[in-house]
């Protein structure tokens, strides 16, 4: 059986490889998209009520749930696995902060973000592996 571990490096290794392609097929387009645009503004709505302000978007990708956070008030910073991902990111959202890192061993010490978003991030994720990246 393969590790769930080398799974994910399958799985950043193959978006580093369609990075370009990716984020032309999922441009920022939250405002076309209205559940979407609901869903975030309601996540940064309960963020910001509860006294908080940081948020981390968690596989990030090219940054367009880490912007609709930012445009929601939060104080919103991506990692993403991929650093062609963040490179995109980094491009088209010079004004955010993004970094290379995995989400299972996040480079912020804890309690360091108020809210953690893993839009569209954890589907690869095996099930099992999901409690502890939920802890991480």
Same mark, same amino acid.
């Given at each position: 059986m393969q590790s769930p571990w080398?799974?994910?490096l399958t #799985?950043?290794?193959q978006y580093e490889l369609i990075a370009t392609e990716y984020a032309a097929m999922f441009p920022d387009?939250?405002? %076309?998209?209205?559940f979407d645009q609901h869903f #975030? %503004? =309601?996540f940064a709505e309960l963020v910001l009520? =509860?006294?908080g302000e940081r948020a981390l978007d968690a596989g990030c990708g090219p940054g367009q749930a880490t912007a609709a956070l930012a445009r929601c008030g939060l104080s919103a910073e991506g990692v993403d696995g991929s650093p062609a991902m963040v490179a995109i990111a980094r491009?088209?959202?010079p004004h955010l902060s993004f970094r290379v890192a995995d989400m299972r061993e996040l480079p912020h010490p804890a309690a360091s973000f108020a809210a953690v978003s893993a839009w569209y991030s954890i589907i690869h994720t095996p099930v099992d592996v999901l409690p502890s990246l939920f802890e991480e």
């Amino acid at each position: 059986m393969q590790s769930p571990w080398l799974l994910w490096l399958t #799985v950043y290794d193959q978006y580093e490889l369609i990075a370009t392609e990716y984020a032309a097929m999922f441009p920022d387009d939250f405002e %076309a998209r209205p559940f979407d645009q609901h869903f #975030v %503004a =309601s996540f940064a709505e309960l963020v910001l009520r =509860s006294g908080g302000e940081r948020a981390l978007d968690a596989g990030c990708g090219p940054g367009q749930a880490t912007a609709a956070l930012a445009r929601c008030g939060l104080s919103a910073e991506g990692v993403d696995g991929s650093p062609a991902m963040v490179a995109i990111a980094r491009d088209r959202y010079p004004h955010l902060s993004f970094r290379v890192a995995d989400m299972r061993e996040l480079p912020h010490p804890a309690a360091s973000f108020a809210a953690v978003s893993a839009w569209y991030s954890i589907i690869h994720t095996p099930v099992d592996v999901l409690p502890s990246l939920f802890e991480e």
